[in-house]
Structure formats: structure tokens, C-alpha cells
């Protein structure tokens, strides 16, 4: 096959399905994973999604619209009536194309081991039975994301909508048992701001207006208290419109955990308040000389984190507000995701994001280490992939090339055929290190402002004696589509060799040989 051939490329999250062709820079669509059932109807798209529900507030229609998802709250598609159908859609409307005359591209996240053989054998069903796609390949998201930015080892940590992924990978190869992941991340901030507003709404007296400057909405209006009870479309809307805002303007991470910030401000206040003391001893030559409680109230009221944000809320009834937080607030609101015992005492700092990317480094290096894995340095070496061959390993017939081995003398899939430049066995303190210089932080939860800083700071805590250089996109966009765009580079690499792709006869030979040795 020629390696210019054309293909389609398709990331399914669970916030964003994202799908083009591997010949463009950019994608041909962005579409929310979930869709609306109205009727016996499946509605899918932004646009039409946003329809509907405007169509909902402005009618105040009394028909029942639900949102739905196709993707659970891991991250496993599961829906996969409706995945098929929005794959059609996606190739009717978007792509415009015919799903039998390009070759197809799946982009998965890494997998557990079961997990893995039970999804992969769907969507080898879908694009084999359902889509007819000639020949059909699947990415593991984070390795392509490595591999696309020219590092076989690298800690991919995915800040996305349902969880926090963070994948060690050593010499092109995913070390699967120190995969973690945290349930904390955008869908957890879009809970938490909505209470915050809620909370805020409530509790203020406050009057919302419409465009014309008349009052349509108060709180002792019964329209806010019905704020308190939302159906599945008011918290998708809300999601997609202005907790989307907020997230870019409002939030912010501290550099720092947000007590020591505190501490901070304040021992800079007390080292401005006995400076002023001094001067004022100084230029009236009384030892004795204090500042009087009004300046000693201006100097502590000057605290950064004291400053109000305003945010404009726009709610679904063409209403605004604004909505002031001090900064302090602003920092909370996205600690949570370092400590998400802030709240609730339901959970604990050790779900924490700083606590489960410390957790990975270490099982990482403790398993590498364990297995003897030997180093390797180049792309180059990368880029020598095999098929896969290795199913006693793992039963699933295609599965090799899913999720990765924590031995790289397997083969198999996107682990094998990895050239080992030296054999010297590979220590803990080598793989922290490796990781820890090839950080790649991705996912659109990560372009909260001070994210990135944060994550150095939380590993520096825990890694002390050793070098960390993280790696972003700065192009909000690309930041958002990486997982795509690193796909089409895995597809278009200089062979078609240098990953698996199946065509319908080797699927059914590899199914027919794995139900051969079930019998
Ligand atoms: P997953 O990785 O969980 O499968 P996904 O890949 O579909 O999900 P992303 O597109 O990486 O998810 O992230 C979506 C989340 O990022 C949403 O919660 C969205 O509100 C949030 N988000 C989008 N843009 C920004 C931004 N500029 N700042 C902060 N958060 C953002």
C-alpha cells in the first residue's frame, strides 16, 4: 500500500469525538461524544445540540430531551448502537465521504489488559461489519502523543474531560501496571464551578437583566430556585456555554498549595508592615513608633488573593450577572484537582493529581527496573514496529498492539521490534529521571492558567534531586487536537509497516484462529 494513501483519522474522548483526514492540518470536525435522543431521534453536532436545547428555553418545549453519552465515566466507550451511528453521521455530514473508500484510524486511550481485548474486538466489528473501511489501524493515544513528539520514553499526562490519564512510557513501550488515573479533572470542575454560581446565586441579592436592561430574574424568583434541580440538557448546556468561560477567564492554579500561598501573602504583609514601622521610627525618631490600625488594614486588605475577578454569567434565559470572586476563590476552585478533599471529606489528597503522577513515576521505575529492561535512546528505534505475534502473551488477537508491555523484549504490536541500543540493566533512579525530562502535559484541562507550573512544582516536592522539563503546546488549539494530530503523524509515518493495519481478512483469519483455540 502506498504510504500517501488518503485515510480517515477519528479520536473518540469522552468530551470531544474529533475526526478528519491525515492529509490535513487540521480536523474536518469537533463534536461532543454525547448526543440528544429526542423521540426515537439521535441528534448529533454541536450546533444541532445547542438547537435544540435554545429551541427548549426560548419554547420552554415540553417535550422530553436527554443527554446521553457514549463514552462512561473511564474514559470505554460503551454505547456502541449509537457510536456506530455517530460515526455515519460524522462521515455523511462532516467528512462527506464514503467509509468504504478510506482507510480508517481509531485513536483509543491506553487500556486494561480485559478491558482492552473487549473494546478493541468492537471496534474491529464496527469498522469491518458496520463501516465496511477497507483496512482499519488503532492508535493508543498517549504512545502516539509520545512518539509524535519525537520521544520513545516520556510520562503523557492527558488533563481531559472525564479523568486524568498518566501513562509512563519507557523505550516505546506503555508500562502498563503504572498506568494511573484520576477521576478528577474537567467534568469534576464543571461540577464544582456550578455549585459555586448555584451557592453564589442563592445567597446574594441579585437581579438578572435581559439585553433590554429589564429585570427578569431575581432570587426570590422561583425560576432560580429551579436552578437547583437540573435535567441531563441544562448541565450540557451549561458545560458547553459559560462554565466553558469560566474556565478560560476565572480559573487559575496557584504555583503553590493554596495554605502556603496564604502563608505567604501574609509574611509578606508583616515584613511591609515592619518596614513601614521602621521608616515611620526613622523619620520621627521614636523607637516606639507603631502604624496606626488604618494602615496596617490597608497594607493585609492589599493581598493579592483578596482581588476580586468578575465574570460575566449568562444564563440560559438570555440573562447576565456578574458574578465577583476574590482570587483566593479562583485558586480553590482548581485545587481541588491537587486536593480534592477540599471538597469533600468523601475523598482524599492521595486522589490528588500531584499524588497520582508521583505514584506512576515510582511504580514505573520500580517495574522497569524489576523486568530489566535495557535502554534505548533514538526515535529511530522507535520507529522499527512490528505486527503483532506475541497472542499467548495476550489473548487478544489484535490486542498486542494495544496497550503496551512493560518488557520491551516482547513483541508485538507498537512494542515489538524496538532495536535495544545497550543492555545495561536499567535502574529506578534512570527511569525517574527519563521520565521526569520528558513530561508532556496534554488535554484542554491543562490549559488552566499555572497548570503546567503547578505540575512542576507538586514533582519537584517529590523528586527533588533530579531535572524536570515538561513539555505543552502553547497554541490553545493544538493543545486541544493533539490527540488527533498525533494520530495522522503515527499515520504518516514514512511506511505503512511501521504499524498494524488490518484489512477484513486478517481480522476474520485472527478471529477465526482465536475461536479455533477456545474449542
Ligand atoms: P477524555 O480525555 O476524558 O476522554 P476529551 O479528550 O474529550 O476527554 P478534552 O477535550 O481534552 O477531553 O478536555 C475537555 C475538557 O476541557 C472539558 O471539561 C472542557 O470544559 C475543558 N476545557 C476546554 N477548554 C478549556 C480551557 N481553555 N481551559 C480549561 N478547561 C478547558
Known amino acids: 500500500m502506498s ?284 523607637t516606639e513608633a507603631k502604624l496606626d490600625a488604618a494602615a496596617i488594614a490597608s497594607i493585609t486588605n492589599n493581598n493579592p488573593l483578596s482581588q476580586k475577578k468578575n465574570f460575566l454569567f449568562k444564563g440560559n434565559k438570555n440573562s447576565k450577572q456578574t458574578v465577583s470572586l476574590e482570587l483566593r476563590e479562583c485558586y480553590q476552585l482548581s485545587e481541588s484537582l491537587f486536593n480534592p478533599a477540599l471538597i469533600s471529606d468523601k475523598y482524599t489528597k492521595e486522589d490528588g493529581l500531584g499524588e497520582i503522577i508521583g505514584k506512576a513515576i515510582k511504580k514505573a521505575g520500580a517495574s522497569v527496573s524489576s523486568v530489566g529492561t535495557n535502554t534505548v535512546g533514538s526515535l529511530g528505534a522507535s520507529m522499527t514496529i512490528q505486527p503483532a505475534t506475541n497472542q499467548s502473551k495476550n489473548n487478544n488477537p489484535f490486542g498486542s498492539s494495544i496497550g503496551g508491555n512493560a518488557s520491551n523484549n516482547s513483541t508485538g504490536g507498537l512494542n515489538g521490534g524496538i532495536n535495544s541500543l545497550g543492555s545495561s540493566t536499567t535502574t529506578p533512579e534512570h527511569i525517574y529521571s527519563t521520565l521526569l525530562t520528558n513530561i508532556i502535559v496534554t488535554g484542554a484541562t491543562s490549559l488552566i492558567n499555572g497548570m503546567e507550573q503547578r505540575i512542576i512544582k507538586e514533582l519537584s516536592i517529590r523528586f527533588p534531586q533530579y531535572k524536570i522539563t515538561t513539555f505543552a503546546n502553547q497554541i490553545t488549539m493544538d493543545r486541544k487536537i493533539q490527540g488527533w494530530t498525533s494520530s495522522v503523524s503515527m499515520c504518516n509515518l514514512p511506511s505503512w509497516e511501521l504499524a498494524k493495519w488490518y484489512t477484513k481478512t486478517d481480522y476474520e483469519k485472527e478471529s477465526n484462529k482465536d475461536e479455533t483455540k477456545e474449542n
Request: glycine letters at 4%.
Open 3 to 286: 504510504h500517501d494513501k488518503k485515510c480517515v483519522v477519528i479520536k473518540i474522548g469522552s468530551h470531544h469525538t474529533i475526526a478528519g483526514f491525515n492529509n490535513t492540518e487540521l480536523p474536518q470536525c469537533i463534536l461532543p461524544s454525547s448526543y440528544i435522543k429526542k423521540g426515537n431521534d439521535y441528534i448529533f453536532g454541536t450546533i444541532n445540540m445547542l438547537e435544540e436545547c435554545i429551541d427548549k428555553y426560548e419554547n420552554e418545549s415540553q417535550q422530553t430531551l436527554e443527554i446521553f453519552t457514549t463514552v462512561d465515566e473511564n474514559g470505554i466507550p460503551y454505547n456502541w448502537t449509537v457510536i456506530e451511528q455517530q460515526l455515519k453521521y460524522i462521515y455523511e455530514t462532516e467528512l462527506k465521504c464514503n467509509s468504504k473508500d478510506f482507510p480508517l484510524i481509531i485513536t483509543v486511550p491506553h487500556l486494561k489488559n480485559e478491558l482492552a481485548n473487549k473494546v478493541v474486538e468492537r471496534y474491529f466489528n464496527l469498522a469491518f461489519n458496520k463501516l465496511n473501511v477497507p483496512v482499519f489501524q488503532i492508535v493508543i493515544e498517549p504512545l502516539a502523543i509520545a512518539l509524535a513528539m519525537g520521544k520513545t520514553s516520556a510520562l503523557v499526562i492527558d488533563l481531559g474531560s472525564s479523568g486524568c490519564n498518566v501513562t509512563p512510557i519507557v523505550d516505546g513501550t506503555i508500562v502498563k501496571t503504572s498506568v494511573m488515573r484520576s477521576r478528577f479533572s474537567g467534568d469534576f470542575l464543571d461540577y464544582i464551578i456550578s455549585e459555586r454560581l448555584n451557592d453564589l446565586l442563592k445567597s446574594d441579592t441579585f437581579q438578572m437583566t435581559d439585553t433590554d436592561g429589564d429585570i427578569i430574574l431575581s432570587n426570590n424568583d422561583s425560576t432560580t430556585r429551579s436552578l437547583q434541580t437540573k435535567d441531563s440538557i441544562d448541565i450540557w448546556y451549561e458545560s458547553n456555554t459559560w462554565i466553558q468561560d469560566f474556565k478560560i477567564n476565572m480559573l487559575q492554579v496557584s504555583d503553590k498549595e493554596l495554605p502556603e500561598l496564604e502563608r505567604y501573602y501574609k509574611e509578606q504583609a508583616e515584613i511591609q508592615i515592619r518596614q513601614q514601622e521602621q521608616l515611620q521610627q526613622y523619620s520621627t525618631n521614636n
